[in-house]
Every structure is written in structure tokens, then in C-alpha cells.
């Protein structure tokens, strides 16, 4: 069982950085691959990016790639996504998940409550 909890999310300016945070419970953390999914207004939920248990693979959508960058800290059983060069349409609601792998949400099975992350033109 994993509890995933997300932080740092809030209001920027097109152009500008965040950093969201995802703080995870239990002890297999770190046998987890884990996952950042977005739901903006009137959406579907979308990956966004995805690292693997150890760290050493990631993947983005395209829409994000060279902007947001995933990364993990398995001693502080924390999974980061650094996004610079906001844009408008990157406003969504942020989530989390761990125990899957890759582009489907159906493949995670833990879920955080999610952050929202709002960028103003």
C-alpha cells in the first residue's frame, strides 16, 4: 500500500517555474515506477511524464518535453516535476500515481489527491 500526497503547486505567470512534489508512504517506494498525470478544465486526465523505480528511464508527453523534468529521491521516498517555461494550457490539476508503468492511467494503482497549478497569460 503507498499514500501519495502532492505539494507545490499555485498560481504563475505564463513563462515562469514550479516545482511540484509528491511524498510517498510505505516502504516500497522505491520498487515503484511512478507517474505525473494532469486533468485540466473540460479534459481527460493525460500523462505527463513517467520515471522509472531506480530513476535511470523517464518519459514525457510531448507537449512537456524539454520544459518539465522528472526526477526521484528514493531516500526521501519523493518523486519531483520540475516545469519551467509555463504555459496557459499547462493549467490543470496535477496527480501523482505510483505502480504502473508508462502512458495509461489504468496502469497505476495509487493515486494522490492532487495539486492545482494555474498559469496566467
Known amino acids: 500500500q503507498v499514500q501519495l500526497v502532492e505539494s507545490g503547486g499555485g498560481l504563475v505567470q505564463s513563462g515562469g517555474s514550479l516545482r511540484l512534489s509528491c511524498a510517498a508512504s510505505?516502504?516500497?517506494?522505491?520498487?515503484?515506477?511512478m507517474g505525473w498525470f494532469r486533468q485540466g478544465p473540460g479534459k481527460e486526465r493525460e500523462f505527463v511524464a513517467g520515471?522509472?523505480?531506480?530513476?535511470?528511464?523517464?518519459n514525457y508527453a510531448d507537449s512537456v518535453k524539454d520544459r518539465f523534468t522528472i526526477s526521484r529521491d528514493n531516500a526521501k521516498n519523493t518523486v519531483y516535476l520540475q516545469m519551467n517555461s509555463l504555459k496557459p494550457e499547462d493549467t490543470a490539476v496535477y496527480y501523482c500515481?505510483?505502480?504502473?508503468?508508462?502512458?495509461?492511467?489504468?496502469?497505476?494503482?495509487?493515486w494522490g489527491q492532487g495539486t492545482q497549478v494555474t498559469v496566467s497569460s
Open positions: 500515481a505510483a505502480g504502473g508503468a508508462g502512458a495509461s492511467a489504468n496502469d497505476y494503482n495509487y
Open positions: 510505505g516502504r516500497a517506494f522505491s520498487s515503484y515506477a
Open positions: 520515471i522509472s523505480y531506480n530513476g535511470a528511464v523517464t
